[in-house]
């Protein structure tokens, strides 16, 4: 009997043993795995950075023409973070951060997530595809090849352009920078990215939204709310389609404009509503252009000639762009009239305080009533009753 406790025992401890190697065979396996496609992202972004073409052939399979699409771009930083591995064989599908930073403009890395494909062939892992996922849309060179032209105050990428477009807007953001600090102060990086894909798809495609939310609108402005020193550069994104049709006033104001939301970034935060961001970024754009109340705010001019005049300051609501067109132009116009009659009344150092004010509330209940105290020494009634006068003084 002693000697067949014993052969069990064996057994089983044979057992056992048996089941520890197998399972460390397979997370060994799986561990292997994770980290040679470690390397091979470490090696890819490392030819990135090195501008070395055969080192990045040599980590995927059909990816020369990325390479190329990013000759270019300016960059002081590349790297990969795996965040998911899934594998079946000699396939797999990962799931990374890619973190870049454009030399000279980003204090911080710009993230962004990659969906990868991988295929190991002689031993190897390779990539075969490295698309955009989740947030952040697609970056540029997913475009196409990105032609780079620096101005004195920005640095444009464009895909699908001519160079003497690029120029052009890199011309338009040299102006607007110094025109922004003029109005605003010098405690911002005084200096712009912006992107000019082909066309409205390409601008939807670089904010991983639908095309319809941006038709007719010229730019936008991406960027952290509130953001510190260490947070990346804004990037102002260009539609060419709907730039393209605006006169040479129309395209100074849209790039001042934006490059004003890059210099107020800091200051613009949950507690900034809409009105102000928008009305004090259009207020930067016509200033000093000489144009008259009614020529900027025209749909606000025909409601007050109707007799229509607004009861109260533009909601954050009335500013999407996918509203009624009469309605957005209204709300901008709005927030304008607003930031201009702030200006007038109470003077553009005034001006400024406020926005910052609001900007560097704790939060948006009290935000807007807390600096109309503090910096304008008045009540929201009794700014909103400034206002509507204001409106008929201006557009009656």
């Known amino acids: 009997m002693a000697g067949r406790r014993c052969a069990s ?28 496609v470690r390397r091979v992202l470490d090696r890819r972004a490392a030819a990135v950075l090195n501008r070395d073409e055969a080192a990045f052939r040599a980590t995927g399979t059909a990816t020369g023409t990325g390479f190329a699409n990013l000759r270019e771009v300016p960059l002081a930083g590349w790297s990969y973070r795996l965040t998911a591995l899934h594998r079946s ?15 000279g403009y980003d ?6 997530d990659r969906a990868l494909r991988l ?22 060179w997913d475009q196409g090849a990105v ?29 607007a920078v110094p025109a922004v600090s003029e109005a605003w102060g010098t405690d911002w990086a005084r200096h712009v990215v912006v992107l000019v894909p082909k066309s409205l798809e ?27 020193a260490k947070a990346p550069a804004d990037r102002i994104i260009v539609n060419p389609d709907a730039y393209g049709v605006l006169g040479d006033l129309g395209k100074q104001v849209v790039l001042t404009h934006e490059t004003t939301h890059v210099a107020t970034r800091a200051h613009t935060t949950a507690a900034t509503p809409l009105w ?12 000093g252009s000489g144009r008259a109340p009614g020529q900027v705010a025209p749909e606000l001019e025909r409601a007050v000639a109707e007799g229509q005049v607004p009861a109260a300051l533009p909601e954050d609501g009335d500013f999407g762009f996918t509203s009624d067109a009469g309605r957005l132009a209204r709300a901008y116009e709005g927030g304008w009239m607003a930031c201009r009659l702030i200006a007038d009344h109470w003077g553009e150092v005034r001006l400024n305080d406020f926005y910052r004010a609001v900007g560097d509330h704790p939060g948006r209940a009290g935000a807007v009533e807390d600096a109309l105290r503090d910096v304008l020494h008045t009540t929201p009634e009794r700014f909103t009753q400034l206002w509507r006068q204001y409106l008929r003084d201006q557009l009656g």
């Not at 204090?107 to 962004?112: D, I, S, W």
């Not at 928008?278 to 016509?286: N, Q, S």
């Open 9 to 36: 025992r064996a057994g089983l401890s044979l057992v056992l043993l048996l089941a520890v190697l197998v399972g460390c065979g397979g997370r060994a396996s799986s561990d292997t795995a994770t980290a040679a």
């Open 89 to 103: 064989g000699d396939r797999a599908t990962a799931r990374a951060e890619l973190s870049y930073r454009v030399r």
């Open 107 to 112: 204090t911080a890395p710009v993230t962004v």
């Open 119 to 140: 295929a190991r062939t002689g031993g190897a892992w390779r990539v075969t595809s490295d698309l955009p996922a989740g947030k952040g849309g697609a970056q540029l």
């Open 147 to 175: 032609t780079a032209v620096r101005g004195e105050h920005s640095l444009v990428l464009g895909v699908g352009q001519p160079g003497a477009r690029l120029r052009s807007f890199a011309d338009l953001a040299d102006r």
């Open 202 to 228: 390409g601008m939807a495609g670089l904010l991983g939204a639908p095309v319809s939310g941006y038709r007719g609108i010229a730019a936008v402005t991406t960027g952290e709310a509130g953001g510190s």
């Open 276 to 287: 102000l961001s928008e009305g004090y970024a259009d207020w930067a754009g016509y200033r």
